[in-house]
């Protein structure tokens, strides 16, 4: 059983920054690939970037290589997610989840966090 709560959204400009965290509570954090999704209003919630247990292996998104940032603290039981150069279409609520891969797919990731809201004004 592992519970997950993200923080760090909020309002921010076209072209800013915004760093979101992932605090995880369990005993098999460290077994688990970690995800970040994204939902926009009236979308399917869409995968960004996955990072396996050792942070050896990242998948990203082609929307936001280059742009966003994976990296997990195991002892802190925290997977972190920063966002560069941010876009209007970066606008979404984002969930951070835990799963057996880093495979791009909603049916890979079996615990989910609440989401937290990041908007990008244009």
């Known amino acids: 059983q592992v519970q997950l709560v993200e923080s760090g959204g909020g309002l921010v400009q076209v072209g800013g920054s915004l760093s979101l965290s992932c605090a995880a509570s369990?005993?098999?954090?460290?077994?688990?690939?970690m995800g970040w999704f994204r939902q926009a209003p009236g979308k399917e919630r869409e995968f960004v970037v996955a990072?396996?247990?050792?942070?050896?292996?990242?998948t990203y998104s082609d929307s936001v290589k280059g742009r966003f940032a994976i990296s997990r603290d195991n002892a802190k039981n925290t997977v972190y997610l920063q966002m560069n150069s941010l876009k209007p279409e970066d606008t979404a609520i984002y969930y951070c989840?835990?799963?057996?891969?880093?495979?791009?797919?909603?049916?890979?990731?079996?615990?989910w966090g609440q989401g937290i809201q990041v908007t990008v004004s244009a």
């Open positions: 989840a835990a799963g057996l891969s880093t495979v791009p797919t909603l049916e890979n990731y079996t615990y």
């Open positions: 369990g005993r098999t954090f460290n077994s688990y690939a």
């Open positions: 990072i396996n247990w050792s942070g050896s292996r990242i």
